[in-house]
């Protein structure tokens, strides 16, 4: 290269694995002016001393599909770049030395068919065949991924390198970014110590160094590095090469074969933190000091496991930090509140497993401005203000780290860093029995324990512990009243002249009613696909209060005003009001008993929302419902939920009034047919294709974001529709991504599962799938079965709601 450049389209910061794939298929996309920087040299960070396991099961969809891509470029990269990879499609075996580890294999099994993967059920004989050289008496059982395998992690960065400058783009060494310049709310270059590059986009790929790099523009990537140790053997005699790798988490440890020698490493239930303090300069190709006393209880492991590794000569104790994330996922997209800032960052030690395809969708997101498909679970927009925090996220990240390898229990919580947000009712609720989980940082209750019981999930994969409560606490809903706090739910205010116009074109929803009125609607993305799901109350003329889930609290606030046009203005309202939601045949009756008046059909209609005094305390009251009932949610200025709380539950005695949680919420919406973001529906399903339609303002003839592509399914059909399908067998469990089998044959997995307390009934949503097209007659018709941890269950299809069709109960 004659000069360094002075402009570019994009620069990537990073010259690991990650950066190198976004690279390669940004400058395939047709973006040659790309640039890469790397302070010293390609993969001189994490990559060159990675293990490179390449596995592609996760529990998400699209996250395996990432994976799946990763695998297929890596099979071709060398045929398209003249440069060996060192990739082998050994395949993956995963051992099983509980009961409880081989039901979560089974579960796993009927995901990866789910999500089109083959993966086998073995016997400790089969896996023993497969990798003669290990112990295997105290095997239950195993399963085999035949596609997944093994690769050099600094070859296959050269390769990428080498495609990428095959394409057009420029790799440039030995540079440090200094700086990012902004103007305007986005990106407008990177200094460097070579100079300064204008640029539109920026490209974060700085792996360990991302969180601080990030930090540069004011963007928050929360990672933090964690030691990570693998032994090198010598070579072994009589070790096959050609063995799986293979997985043995009951033991914490891994292993694959490397030029006749073994590799083995593990994740520890003590790991160590590394870089408290931040990261030394000139750590490039750098690792650190063996340490012997710490791996020793995973040697015992891995000792009993292969006992020739008591003779085999050791080459190397290798200790490489890595960047490790508060939720096991990595972070990919474009960062909240900068325009043309894009994050590919924290793989979790599965980076070499992920770059490929992470690499392609991060690529794919950047040429189209939006997420090529569904990418929540490792969308950075997932995070909120708490993982600003380092000390949180690393005492976070080292629970993770030391449950890798743990069993993935359903409805799973996790202890440390808590609690971070409380609502004011939390010591009210504990003494009350509540068991509280935590999502966004925020303590919610999600069941009240009965009849002396502890507040205590006990993990399992049959009914839980908790069964019980949530049933009485479902009843209750259904028969008397039932208090919920949802305190943590998100919450905005859009003001201004043009907050209707901006609203009208964002919702797919008509949002403009009468003030006084609320609207259940959806925000869609180019597609047409479901990037918000909320409820927006139109206050005054000029003024919405929106609702939406507490997990979306940073996606959805980033969305709508990023979207918003003319005189309009967002505002986060999150922690200036507490929910209460009162649920329930009697819970009009309770809020007479209290003094609020006009509560009658004629005055306060299903969809409206008022000011109202209870307990001396204004707030809004929405007349508004997830579980299926009659009921208001009462959103309360936050020093007066307290009052209104005791008030509610006093004058509730007398009506039965109990108190909820989140797990009798989710019993009641899939009786209801409620759907749920991020599960059933999200950014990959259109309104149409979840039933939703009926939320949607066609008849309007006004354009909102997604109408195009929605008149387009309405126009040639749609290839896959929402449906509900129930089990009547009580002794099934859906926990979702069970397969949908029609007549024999796959044709999608569940979104949702879970116990209908009222119905008593198994109950599960999924998308049946067709390229051909799916009507709803062809929906109904046909027989269905669902496959559940391997074996094959009769259910039946359920057209409607199962709990009040007609809703009824909700406009009582």
């Not at 979560?104 to 995901?111: K, S």
């Amino acid at each position: 290269m004659s000069s360094f450049p002075t402009q570019a389209r994009a620069v990537i910061v990073g010259g690991g694995i990650i950066g190198c794939s976004v690279a390669y298929h940004l400058a395939r996309l047709g973006w040659t002016d790309t640039v890469l920087l790397e302070r010293a040299k390609l993969t001189s960070g994490s990559t060159f001393h990675a293990a490179g396991l390449v596995g592609q099961l996760r529990s998400n969809a699209n996250v395996t599909r990432m994976l799946t891509d990763s695998v297929a470029l890596y099979e071709s990269l060398e045929a398209i770049t003249g440069l060996a990879t060192g990739w082998k499609r050994s395949g993956c075996l995963r051992l099983a030395c509980t009961a409880e580890r081989m039901t979560e294999y089974q579960r796993q099994v009927t995901t990866a068919r789910s999500f089109g993967l083959d993966m086998d059920v073995l016997t400790p004989a089969e896996a023993k065949a497969l990798w003669p050289v290990m112990d295997a008496d105290d095997l239950v059982g195993a399963v085999f991924t035949p596609s997944d395998g093994q690769a050099n992690p600094s070859d296959i960065t050269q390769a990428l390198a080498r495609g990428a400058r095959m394409a057009g783009a420029t790799i440039i060494e030995d540079c440090a970014v200094t700086g990012v310049t902004l103007a305007g709310g986005r990106v407008t270059g990177v200094e460097t110590d070579q100079g300064t590059i204008a640029c539109e986009v920026v490209v974060n790929c700085a792996g360990q160094w991302a969180r601080e790099f990030g930090a540069l523009a004011g963007v928050n990537v929360p990672l933090v590095s964690v030691q990570h140790q693998y032994l090198i053997t010598e070579p072994i005699a009589g070790l096959p090469r050609d063995l799986p790798t293979l997985r043995d988490p009951d033991r914490l440890t891994y292993f694959k074969e490397e030029v006749g020698g073994l590799v083995m490493g593990g994740y520890e239930p003590n790991p160590i933190p590394w870089a408290v303090d931040g990261i030394p300069p000139g750590f490039h190709f750098t690792l650190l000091d063996s340490d012997w006393d710490h791996f020793e209880p995973m040697m015992a492991q891995a000792l009993a496991r292969v006992p020739a590794l008591e003779t085999a000569g050791i080459k190397d104790l290798v200790n490489g930090p890595e960047s490790f994330t508060p939720d096991g996922n990595f972070i990919l997209g474009a960062a909240p509140g900068l325009a043309g800032y894009y994050v590919g960052a924290g793989f979790n030690a599965f980076g070499i497993a992920s770059a490929g395809g992470a690499g392609k969708a991060l690529a794919e997101w950047i040429d189209g401005g939006e997420a090529p498909m569904d990418l929540w679970p490792v969308d950075i927009r997932r995070f909120g203000p708490h993982h600003a925090d380092v000390a949180w996220v690393r005492t976070r990240t080292l629970e993770l780290y030391g449950k890798h390898y743990g069993v993935a229990w359903p409805a799973e919580e996790h202890d440390s860093g808590r609690p971070v947000f409380r609502s004011p009712l939390y010591d009210r609720l504990r003494a009350r029995g509540a068991c509280f989980g935590e999502k966004m940082g925020w303590e919610r209750p999600n069941w009240f324990a009965i009849d002396g019981a502890e507040a205590r999930d006990i993990p399992t994969f049959g009914r839980a512990n908790w069964f019980d409560a949530v049933a009485a606490e479902h009843k209750a809903t259904r028969q008397r009243v039932a208090l919920f706090d949802q305190s943590s739910f998100a919450k905005y205010l859009v003001t201004g002249p043009g907050a209707e116009g901006a609203l009208d074109w964002i919702c797919a929803g008509d949002v403009t009613k009468a003030p006084g009125r609320l609207t259940y609607t959806q925000m869609l993305n180019g597609r047409g696909g479901i990037e918000c799901d909320l409820t927006v109350a139109r206050l005054a003329a000029d003024r919405f209060y929106i609702v939406t889930g507490t997990g979306s609290r940073t996606h959805d606030f980033h969305w709508i005003r990023d979207h918003l046009r003319g005189e309009a203005a967002i505002t986060d309202v999150t922690r200036d009001f507490g929910t209460l939601a009162l649920m329930g045949p009697a819970s009009r009756d309770l809020l007479t008993a209290l003094g609020v008046a006009a509560l009658d059909n004629e005055h306060f209609p299903f969809g409206a929302c008022r000011s109202v005094t209870l307990a001396g305390v204004d707030l809004w009251a929405l007349r508004v419902t997830y579980v299926g009932e009659l009921g208001w949610e009462l959103h309360v200025p936050i020093d007066g939920l307290g009052a209104v709380y005791d008030a509610l539950a006093a004058a509730g005695e007398a009506f039965g009034l109990v108190d909820a949680g989140y797990r009798a919420i989710e019993s009641l919406r899939l009786e209801k047919g409620y759907r749920a973001w991020a599960a059933d529906i999200g950014p990959d399903h259109t309104p149409i294709e979840a039933g939703l339609a009926w939320a949607v303002k066609f008849k309007s003839g006004r354009p909102f974001m997604g109408r195009d592509a929605l008149e387009g399914q309405r126009a040639r059909g749609v290839a896959k529709r929402l449906g509900c399908f129930v089990v009547e067998d009580p002794a099934v469990v859906l926990l979702g991504r069970e397969t949908i089998l029609k007549d024999g044959k796959p044709v999608g997995w569940l979104t949702s599962g879970g116990w209908g307390h009222t119905v008593g009934l198994n109950i599960g949503y999924g998308y049946v799938r067709d390229p051909a097209g799916v009507t709803p007659a062809d929906l109904a018709a046909g027989s269905y079965a669902l496959e559940v941890a391997t074996r094959r269950v009769p259910c039946r299809f359920q057209a409607g709601p199962l709990y009040d069709p007609t809703a009824g109960r909700v406009k009582a």
